[in-house]
């Protein structure tokens, strides 16, 4: 494993911003910390730094202790490289020098630090611009300044807090595929954190959700959104409905009308809740069996189709809808859903 947390806790006076988190990271995943403002993604990325010390509990990187009982090995000699919101770029120095400086202060001549980091810039495609200031440079660029100082640096697992958060929407999605090369090039383990739960899915190859210092669930993208473990991770991942249902038989009475469950969830007996996502549901005949019949409530144009909602009588919660055609507010819908999710 490249990193294994096992019941890490970190408190800032009375509060805890890390409660009890234990995860195994494998070699070369790119590993998604996704979760609301507060809720202790960066604290988490500080201890596996070890900018912070752990009050309770052990990470390993590689294997060895870094942080653990009596243990704390200092950040420079973890195999880490951080990636910042801001950059953290030198503006004195020159796009080369930022990525060679490093380098030289481990020892590597000048000469082959600045040869090392014209073939990291050619990696990042940013070769016109070595001899420029930081200043001179765009937001995405200089993000890529900093992608190759960590290639540079050579470190084994690469921590991004937010890294994309100061870019425009635009070049957000422009840089999540030079991230995805990125991990692809350098094979090194990535711990990526956002509050972005669609920037997480389109990079992750396992994303945790967290909540309240805790992990609420773990698994790969199609895991967590297919099958939510809990109401808020549901809610945090996608557009959803989350409604009261009995199951019986494979199916769910959710009182207007009865669904099929998923393969996964079809044993559940009892009241419960199901998860009913758009892809979960399309329009269909008013008199067909199981149809929800409702009215449109809201629609939204999302360039080639439309996004909608629709109320249902005895729903406790509006359907979220995808649409080819245009709607109206008002218009009568008919929809079938399944097979969905349930939960506990
Ligand atoms: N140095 C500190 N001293 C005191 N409290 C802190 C410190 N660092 C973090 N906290 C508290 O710990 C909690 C978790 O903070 P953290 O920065 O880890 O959250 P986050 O999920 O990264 O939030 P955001 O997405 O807003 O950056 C917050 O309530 C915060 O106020």
Redesign the pocket.
Same mark, same amino acid.
């Given at each position: 494993m490249a990193v294994s947390i096992t019941d890490a806790v !970190?408190r800032?006076?009375t %509060?805890t911003?890390?409660d009890g988190i234990s995860v195994e990271i494998p070699e070369g995943a790119f590993f998604t910390v996704l =979760?609301?403002? =507060?809720? =202790? !993604?960066?604290?988490?990325?500080?201890l596996i730094a070890g900018l912070?010390p752990l009050d309770g509990g052990e990470i390993r990187l590689g294997g060895a202790t870094a942080s653990g009982a009596g243990i704390h090995v200092p950040p420079e000699d973890r195999d880490v490289a951080v990636v910042f919101q801001t950059y953290a770029l030198w503006p004195h120095m020159d796009v080369t020098g930022n990525v060679s400086f490093p380098l030289e202060c481990d020892g590597m001549p000048r000469v082959r630090a600045r040869e090392a980091a014209q073939t990291h810039l050619q990696t990042v495609s940013l070769t016109p611009y070595a001899t420029r200031k930081p200043a001179e440079l765009s937001g995405g660029q200089r993000q890529r300044v900093a992608l190759a100082r960590c290639l540079a640096s050579g470190a084994r697992i690469v921590l991004m807090? %937010?890294p994309l958060a100061n870019l425009d929407p635009h070049l957000r999605t422009r840089m999540e595929e030079e991230l995805a090369a990125f991990h692809a090039a350098s094979g090194a383990t990535i711990i990526y954190?956002t509050?972005d739960q669609r920037e997480a899915m389109a990079l992750a190859t396992r994303i945790a959700v967290?909540e309240n210092?805790r992990f609420a669930q773990e698994g790969t993208p199609e895991e967590v959104h297919d099958r939510p473990a809990s109401e808020h991770v549901a809610r945090f991942i996608g557009q959803s409905a989350v409604l009261q249902a009995r199951f019986a038989d494979g199916l769910a009475d959710l009182g207007p009308a009865q669904v099929p469950l998923t393969e996964a969830a079809r044993h559940r007996q009892g009241p419960g809740r199901v998860v009913i996502r758009p892809a979960d549901l399309s329009r269909t005949d008013p008199g067909s069996p199981g149809a929800l019949r409702g009215t449109v409530s809201r629609v939204t144009y999302r360039g080639g189709h439309w996004e909608a909602l629709a109320e249902v009588p005895g729903l406790a919660e509006p359907l979220p809808f995808t649409c080819a055609r245009p709607l109206q507010r008002g218009e009568a819908v008919s929809l079938r859903a399944g097979p969905v999710w349930a939960m506990a």
């Open positions: !970190k800032f006076g %509060e911003a890390v =979760g609301p403002s =507060g809720c =202790g !993604k960066s604290t988490l990325l500080r912070e807090d %937010e954190i509050h967290m210092g």
